[in-house]
């Protein structure tokens, strides 16, 4: 996951909604969001090489997403895989809060990631690379492959979008997958610096990636309040693959 476009207690009738791509290397088999046999109340896309996912949520009301942190000299071959972050939230029990502060009392050296979780209560953030957890006050929010509202073109430019749709009160969640939709390339003086080559660099600062090896593999829209879980995906084509929406209304199981 690429960018996460998010806003936290900003709607009259959805505490969190967030719009996000995932970008990834188009040879790396995935499977679209889908319930999972083995976790019946979770809701996610499943990395069919490490097993975890990028973006989920949970019945319970549980949301977790995440994005890796773009530093070629912290990047570690052989360091364990950051979608089981995300998935061990997901499945688990313990509040966000708790949740991060037992991550970081284990000292696994992940690769540098951003990771968001969630429950109805409350959103917490935490990367490896600044710090400490922090609890996310309500507000309008983007996260890319920098840190928390880092100003990457593309992440004020969604940003933007989506404070448009809040501010309206909109509640149709392809409206969100269109603000993702942007193919647009940042100036030369704007683009991030992140030690990739120009022209990755230059490729990366689309919202929508769209290379023959690399881009973005597919889009997420999630409303979600005290009551429910509007859930859309929609997975691009590529390598001959058709266009796939999943599309899921999901009641919140009781606390």
């Given at each position: 996951?690429?960018?996460?476009?998010?806003?936290?207690?900003?709607?009259?009738?959805?505490?969190?909604?967030?719009?996000?791509?995932?970008?990834?290397?188009?040879?790396?088999?995935?499977?679209?969001?889908?319930?999972?046999?083995?976790?019946?109340?979770?809701?996610?896309?499943?990395?069919?090489?490490?097993?975890?996912?990028?973006?989920?949520?949970?019945?319970?009301?549980?949301?977790?997403?995440?994005?890796?942190?773009?530093?070629?000299?912290?990047?570690?071959?052989?360091?364990?895989?950051?979608?089981?972050?995300?998935?061990?939230?997901?499945?688990?029990?313990?509040?966000?809060?708790?949740?991060?502060?037992?991550?970081?009392?284990?000292?696994?050296?992940?690769?540098?990631?951003?990771?968001?979780?969630?429950?109805?209560?409350?959103?917490?953030?935490?990367?490896?690379?600044?710090?400490?957890?922090?609890?996310?006050?309500?507000?309008?929010?983007?996260?890319s492959n920098g840190l928390l509202n880092d100003p990457w073109p593309k992440v004020r430019h969604?940003?933007?979008?989506?404070?448009?749709?809040?501010?309206?009160?909109?509640?149709?969640?392809?409206?969100?997958?269109?603000?993702?939709?942007?193919?647009?390339?940042?100036?030369?003086?704007?683009?991030?610096?992140?030690?990739?080559?120009?022209?990755?660099?230059?490729?990366?600062?689309?919202?929508?990636?769209?290379?023959?090896?690399?881009?973005?593999?597919?889009?997420?829209?999630?409303?979600?309040?005290?009551?429910?879980?509007?859930?859309?995906?929609?997975?691009?084509?590529?390598?001959?693959?058709?266009?796939?929406?999943?599309?899921?209304?999901?009641?919140?199981?009781?606390?």
């Amino acid at each position: 996951m690429c960018t996460i476009l998010f806003s936290w207690k900003q709607h009259s009738n959805y505490s969190l909604i967030v719009a996000a791509n995932r970008d990834e290397f188009h040879s790396r088999p995935t499977e679209p969001a889908h319930f999972w046999t083995e976790y019946p109340d979770l809701l996610a896309g499943k990395d069919l090489t490490a097993g975890g996912t990028w973006m989920g949520i949970h019945r319970k009301g549980r949301f977790a997403a995440l994005t890796n942190y773009r530093d070629i000299d912290r990047t570690n071959p052989h360091a364990p895989s950051r979608g089981k972050l995300t998935l061990d939230f997901l499945i688990g029990e313990s509040s966000p809060k708790a949740y991060l502060n037992e991550l970081i009392e284990k000292e696994i050296e992940y690769n540098p990631f951003n990771l968001l979780v969630a429950d109805q209560d409350s959103l917490w953030y935490y990367s490896n690379i600044s710090g400490q957890p922090q609890a996310l006050a309500p507000g309008l929010y983007g996260l890319s492959n920098g840190l928390l509202n880092d100003p990457w073109p593309k992440v004020r430019h969604g940003k933007l979008e989506l404070q448009k749709w809040v501010t309206n009160q909109q509640e149709d969640p392809k409206q969100l997958l269109s603000i993702l939709q942007n193919k647009d390339l940042a100036p030369d003086d704007e683009l991030p610096k992140t030690g990739v080559p120009y022209g990755m660099e230059k490729a990366l600062s689309a919202l929508h990636i769209d290379l023959d090896s690399y881009g973005t593999r597919c889009s997420t829209a999630l409303l979600q309040n005290e009551q429910e879980s509007v859930f859309v995906e929609k997975t691009y084509a590529i390598r001959g693959q058709k266009e796939q929406i999943v599309s899921h209304r999901i009641p919140i199981l009781p606390r």
